[in-house]
């Protein structure tokens, strides 16, 4: 190998490691949702919502649900809470780019609350539900689910 060839080649090497290094912080940067897509387990290990996109936001299903016998639960209008849509509208935060804003919906009560969401860590989904600031509410949080779901939703 001559020194032009060796030249070249530590700077072409040195030039991919840097370009490497910038790529993912770009990639990251612009769907930084992607670390909320799966199926996590709820805190109380009670349920399993998949979150995904919904057009142009980011949404939640209940999945899963730890329950006893044949009888899936019901919601507040005595529908099942199988594939309920329990989060919705979920945007980027304008203040916080590693949060996102958006609603969850009791099944029990009905009510819609405010909401964010945001993973300080692989793996590990927090979600702060509330009434008029993030103050007045409270957080969870969730971890990724790799299990297997059941018929009608039942977690095994």
Not at 39 to 55: A, E, N
Not at 107 to 125: E, F, R
Request: charged share 20%; hydrophobic share 35%; glycine share 12%.
């Amino acid at each position: 190998m001559t020194l032009k060839n060796a030249w070249m080649t530590a700077f072409l090497s040195a030039f991919l490691l840097c370009a490497a290094g910038v790529v993912p912080d770009r990639a990251h940067a612009e769907a930084p949702e992607s670390a909320f897509m799966g199926y996590w387990l709820s805190q109380g290990h009670d349920g399993v919502f998949r979150i995904g996109m919904c057009g142009d936001t980011v949404c939640g299903q209940l999945v899963g649900l730890s329950y006893k016998g044949d009888d899936v639960p019901k919601d507040h209008k005595g529908q099942s809470e199988c594939g309920l849509q329990m989060l919705t509208g979920f945007r980027q935060s304008s203040d916080d780019k590693k949060r996102w804003n958006g609603k969850i919906l009791d099944p029990d009560s009905g009510n819609v609350y405010q909401a964010q969401i945001w993973s300080p860590q692989k793996d590990v989904l927090k979600l702060r539900g509330y009434i008029g600031l993030p103050l007045f509410g409270e957080t969870q949080t969730w971890t990724r689910y790799e299990g297997t779901l059941g018929l009608v939703c039942k977690m095994p």
